[in-house]
Protein backbone atom coordinates (compact mmCIF):
# COMPACT_ATOMS: atom_id res chain seq x y z
CA UNK A 1 0.00 0.00 0.00
CA UNK A 2 0.87 3.69 -1.08
CA UNK A 3 2.15 5.72 1.75
CA UNK A 4 2.31 9.31 2.39
CA UNK A 5 5.85 9.42 2.25
CA UNK A 6 5.83 7.61 -1.13
CA UNK A 7 7.99 10.92 -3.42
CA UNK A 8 6.00 10.26 -6.67
CA UNK A 9 2.39 10.72 -5.05
CA UNK A 10 3.15 13.43 -2.40
CA UNK A 11 0.62 15.38 -1.36
CA UNK A 12 1.33 19.51 -1.43
CA UNK A 13 -0.02 22.59 0.74
CA UNK A 14 -2.79 24.12 -1.33
CA UNK A 15 -2.87 28.13 -1.45
CA UNK A 16 -5.09 29.44 1.25
CA UNK A 17 -8.17 30.34 -1.31
CA UNK A 18 -8.67 26.80 -2.28
CA UNK A 19 -11.51 25.28 -0.71
CA UNK A 20 -12.65 21.60 -0.92
CA UNK A 21 -12.78 21.41 -4.24
CA UNK A 22 -9.00 21.47 -4.77
CA UNK A 23 -8.96 19.06 -1.61
CA UNK A 24 -11.11 16.80 -3.79
CA UNK A 25 -8.89 17.76 -6.94
CA UNK A 26 -5.79 16.83 -4.82
CA UNK A 27 -6.96 13.95 -2.97
CA UNK A 28 -7.95 12.05 -6.36
CA UNK A 29 -4.86 12.86 -8.39
CA UNK A 30 -3.05 11.78 -5.28
CA UNK A 31 -4.91 8.38 -5.23
CA UNK A 32 -4.09 7.83 -9.31
CA UNK A 33 -0.20 8.62 -8.77
CA UNK A 34 -0.03 6.38 -5.68
CA UNK A 35 -1.67 4.01 -7.93
CA UNK A 36 -4.76 2.92 -4.88
CA UNK A 37 -7.22 0.34 -5.44
CA UNK A 38 -10.34 -0.73 -3.92
CA UNK A 39 -9.96 -1.65 -0.23
CA UNK A 40 -7.02 0.50 0.02
CA UNK A 41 -7.52 2.89 3.14
CA UNK A 42 -6.74 6.40 2.43
CA UNK A 43 -4.56 9.10 4.63
CA UNK A 44 -6.19 10.50 8.29
CA UNK A 45 -7.96 13.85 8.04
CA UNK A 46 -5.16 14.56 10.59
CA UNK A 47 -2.61 13.81 7.51
CA UNK A 48 -4.52 15.50 5.09
CA UNK A 49 -5.13 18.32 6.94
CA UNK A 50 -1.19 18.32 7.51
CA UNK A 51 -0.28 17.71 3.72
CA UNK A 52 -2.65 20.30 1.99
CA UNK A 53 -2.82 22.65 4.71
CA UNK A 54 -6.50 23.30 5.23
CA UNK A 55 -9.02 22.38 8.35
CA UNK A 56 -10.17 19.44 8.97
CA UNK A 57 -13.92 20.78 7.72
CA UNK A 58 -12.70 21.20 4.58
CA UNK A 59 -10.91 17.88 4.81
CA UNK A 60 -14.28 16.20 5.83
CA UNK A 61 -16.59 18.42 2.62
CA UNK A 62 -14.24 16.67 0.46
CA UNK A 63 -14.28 13.09 1.95
CA UNK A 64 -18.32 13.26 1.62
CA UNK A 65 -18.03 14.53 -2.16
CA UNK A 66 -16.24 10.92 -2.68
CA UNK A 67 -19.02 9.35 -0.38
CA UNK A 68 -21.58 10.77 -2.15
CA UNK A 69 -19.60 9.37 -5.49
CA UNK A 70 -19.74 6.01 -3.97
CA UNK A 71 -15.79 5.49 -4.00
CA UNK A 72 -14.89 5.37 -0.63
CA UNK A 73 -16.53 4.26 2.31
CA UNK A 74 -16.06 5.41 6.01
CA UNK A 75 -15.35 2.28 8.10
CA UNK A 76 -16.10 2.81 12.02
CA UNK A 77 -13.01 3.06 13.75
CA UNK A 78 -10.86 2.16 11.39
CA UNK A 79 -10.61 4.65 8.42
CA UNK A 80 -11.94 5.57 4.71
CA UNK A 81 -11.18 3.02 2.37
CA UNK A 82 -11.35 3.11 -1.48
CA UNK A 83 -14.15 1.26 -3.13
CA UNK A 84 -12.91 1.76 -6.81
CA UNK A 85 -10.13 3.29 -8.41
CA UNK A 86 -10.60 7.23 -9.15
CA UNK A 87 -8.77 9.84 -10.96
CA UNK A 88 -9.14 13.72 -11.17
CA UNK A 89 -10.76 12.90 -14.48
CA UNK A 90 -13.33 10.21 -13.49
CA UNK A 91 -14.07 11.50 -10.00
CA UNK A 92 -16.23 14.97 -10.98
CA UNK A 93 -17.28 15.14 -14.50
CA UNK A 94 -18.91 19.13 -14.46
CA UNK A 95 -21.64 19.74 -17.23
CA UNK A 96 -20.58 21.90 -20.04
CA UNK A 97 -23.00 24.17 -21.91
CA UNK A 98 -22.65 25.69 -25.66
CA UNK A 99 -24.73 28.71 -24.83
CA UNK A 100 -23.57 31.16 -21.84
CA UNK A 101 -27.45 32.17 -21.23
CA UNK A 102 -28.85 31.92 -17.76
CA UNK A 103 -32.01 31.11 -19.11
CA UNK A 104 -31.15 28.51 -21.56
CA UNK A 105 -28.94 26.65 -19.12
CA UNK A 106 -31.54 26.82 -16.56
CA UNK A 107 -34.38 25.01 -19.07
CA UNK A 108 -31.99 22.65 -20.12
CA UNK A 109 -31.17 21.29 -16.49
CA UNK A 110 -34.83 22.15 -15.57
CA UNK A 111 -35.57 18.90 -18.11
CA UNK A 112 -33.12 16.98 -16.35
CA UNK A 113 -34.31 18.11 -12.78
CA UNK A 114 -37.79 17.15 -14.18
CA UNK A 115 -36.76 13.01 -14.41
CA UNK A 116 -34.78 12.54 -11.63
CA UNK A 117 -36.38 14.35 -9.09
CA UNK A 118 -40.06 13.16 -10.71
CA UNK A 119 -38.98 9.40 -10.05
CA UNK A 120 -36.95 10.33 -6.68
CA UNK A 121 -40.21 11.23 -5.53
CA UNK A 122 -41.57 8.21 -6.33
CA UNK A 123 -39.36 6.36 -5.19
CA UNK A 124 -39.19 8.01 -1.57
CA UNK A 125 -42.59 7.29 -1.59
CA UNK A 126 -42.48 3.31 -1.68
CA UNK A 127 -39.38 3.06 0.36
CA UNK A 128 -39.11 6.13 2.89
CA UNK A 129 -38.92 4.93 6.26
CA UNK A 130 -39.98 6.37 9.70
CA UNK A 131 -36.29 7.88 9.70
CA UNK A 132 -36.50 9.23 6.75
CA UNK A 133 -39.95 10.72 7.46
CA UNK A 134 -38.03 12.34 10.47
CA UNK A 135 -35.47 13.41 8.21
CA UNK A 136 -37.48 15.01 5.60
CA UNK A 137 -40.08 17.14 7.70
CA UNK A 138 -36.89 18.65 9.70
CA UNK A 139 -35.77 19.89 6.56
CA UNK A 140 -38.93 20.69 5.00
CA UNK A 141 -39.78 22.69 9.01
CA UNK A 142 -36.02 24.05 9.04
CA UNK A 143 -37.00 25.68 5.12
CA UNK A 144 -40.33 26.65 5.21
CA UNK A 145 -38.96 28.66 8.82
CA UNK A 146 -35.99 30.51 6.91
CA UNK A 147 -38.56 30.87 3.64
CA UNK A 148 -40.99 33.25 6.24
CA UNK A 149 -38.14 34.93 8.08
CA UNK A 150 -36.31 35.94 4.93
CA UNK A 151 -38.41 35.43 1.96
CA UNK A 152 -35.91 32.70 0.30
CA UNK A 153 -34.51 29.56 1.28
CA UNK A 154 -31.82 28.80 -1.24
CA UNK A 155 -29.67 26.32 0.89
CA UNK A 156 -32.47 24.44 2.85
CA UNK A 157 -34.44 23.57 -0.22
CA UNK A 158 -31.67 22.22 -1.49
CA UNK A 159 -31.26 20.01 1.83
CA UNK A 160 -34.89 18.97 1.48
CA UNK A 161 -34.66 17.88 -2.04
CA UNK A 162 -31.51 15.81 -0.85
CA UNK A 163 -33.45 14.26 2.14
CA UNK A 164 -35.95 12.70 -0.47
CA UNK A 165 -32.95 11.52 -2.65
CA UNK A 166 -31.44 9.78 0.79
CA UNK A 167 -35.17 8.46 1.26
CA UNK A 168 -35.14 6.66 -1.71
CA UNK A 169 -32.09 4.34 -0.60
CA UNK A 170 -30.76 4.38 -4.32
CA UNK A 171 -27.31 6.11 -4.16
CA UNK A 172 -27.28 7.06 -7.67
CA UNK A 173 -29.37 9.63 -7.54
CA UNK A 174 -26.74 11.36 -5.09
CA UNK A 175 -24.30 10.58 -7.11
CA UNK A 176 -26.20 11.61 -10.21
CA UNK A 177 -26.40 15.22 -8.32
CA UNK A 178 -22.85 15.33 -7.10
CA UNK A 179 -22.27 14.96 -11.02
CA UNK A 180 -24.36 18.03 -12.00
CA UNK A 181 -24.05 20.10 -9.65
CA UNK A 182 -23.28 22.82 -10.73
CA UNK A 183 -25.47 23.53 -13.31
CA UNK A 184 -28.46 22.39 -10.45
CA UNK A 185 -27.07 25.16 -7.79
CA UNK A 186 -27.83 27.69 -10.55
CA UNK A 187 -31.44 27.53 -8.83
CA UNK A 188 -30.31 28.28 -5.22
CA UNK A 189 -28.48 31.08 -6.38
CA UNK A 190 -31.13 33.41 -6.72
CA UNK A 191 -31.26 33.43 -10.52
CA UNK A 192 -31.81 36.81 -12.46
CA UNK A 193 -30.91 38.41 -8.76
CA UNK A 194 -34.82 37.70 -8.17
CA UNK A 195 -34.80 35.94 -4.32
CA UNK A 196 -38.65 36.07 -4.96
CA UNK A 197 -37.81 33.00 -8.19
CA UNK A 198 -39.87 30.41 -7.27
CA UNK A 199 -41.13 31.37 -4.44
CA UNK A 200 -44.81 30.31 -5.48
CA UNK A 201 -43.79 26.48 -5.56
CA UNK A 202 -43.30 27.02 -1.53
CA UNK A 203 -46.48 25.36 -0.33
CA UNK A 204 -46.28 22.06 -2.69
CA UNK A 205 -42.82 21.31 -0.94
CA UNK A 206 -45.46 20.51 2.27
CA UNK A 207 -47.63 18.83 -0.13
CA UNK A 208 -44.73 16.61 -1.63
CA UNK A 209 -43.95 15.78 1.75
CA UNK A 210 -47.39 14.62 2.56
CA UNK A 211 -47.87 12.49 -0.47
CA UNK A 212 -43.73 10.58 0.82
CA UNK A 213 -45.55 10.22 3.94
CA UNK A 214 -48.71 8.90 2.90
CA UNK A 215 -46.43 6.09 0.62
CA UNK A 216 -48.25 7.99 -2.61
CA UNK A 217 -45.96 7.58 -5.33
CA UNK A 218 -48.73 9.40 -8.05
CA UNK A 219 -48.90 11.84 -5.87
CA UNK A 220 -45.34 12.49 -5.01
CA UNK A 221 -44.85 12.90 -8.58
CA UNK A 222 -47.40 15.38 -8.96
CA UNK A 223 -46.67 17.29 -6.22
CA UNK A 224 -42.69 17.54 -7.46
CA UNK A 225 -44.04 18.31 -11.28
CA UNK A 226 -46.13 21.13 -9.72
CA UNK A 227 -42.64 22.86 -7.88
CA UNK A 228 -41.06 22.01 -11.55
CA UNK A 229 -43.94 23.82 -13.45
CA UNK A 230 -43.80 26.90 -11.41
CA UNK A 231 -40.09 26.76 -11.35
CA UNK A 232 -40.52 26.82 -15.58
CA UNK A 233 -42.89 29.82 -15.53
CA UNK A 234 -40.66 32.01 -12.90
CA UNK A 235 -37.55 31.09 -15.47
CA UNK A 236 -39.39 32.26 -18.60
CA UNK A 237 -40.83 35.10 -16.82
CA UNK A 238 -37.94 36.66 -15.35
CA UNK A 239 -35.76 36.18 -17.96
CA UNK A 240 -37.76 38.62 -20.60
Same mark, same amino acid.
Given at each position: MATMTNARAALL????ADRAAQVTAALADYIDRANLGAGD? *????? /? *?? $? @???VGRSTIRESIRHFQALGVV /??? %??? =?TYLLRPISGATVH?? +????? &??LRD? *? +??? +??? #?? =???? !????? @???RRTAEDLVNIKQKLDEMERVQIAKGTSGPEDLAFHLSIYDATHNPLFKQLLEQM #? &????HFWEKPFDRPDFARRSFPFHRTL??? $??? &??? !??? #?? !?? *? %?? +?? $?? !??DIKEMSK
Amino acid at each position: MATMTNARAALLPLPPADRAAQVTAALADYIDRANLGAGDR *LPTER /E *LT $I @ALGVGRSTIRESIRHFQALGVV /EAR %KGS =GTYLLRPISGATVHMP +LSFET &GRLRDV *L +LQT +LEV #RR =GIEA !EAGMV @AARRRTAEDLVNIKQKLDEMERVQIAKGTSGPEDLAFHLSIYDATHNPLFKQLLEQM #R &GAFEHFWEKPFDRPDFARRSFPFHRTLFNA $IAA &GDP !EAA #RE !ET *L %KI +LA $IV !EEDIKEMSK
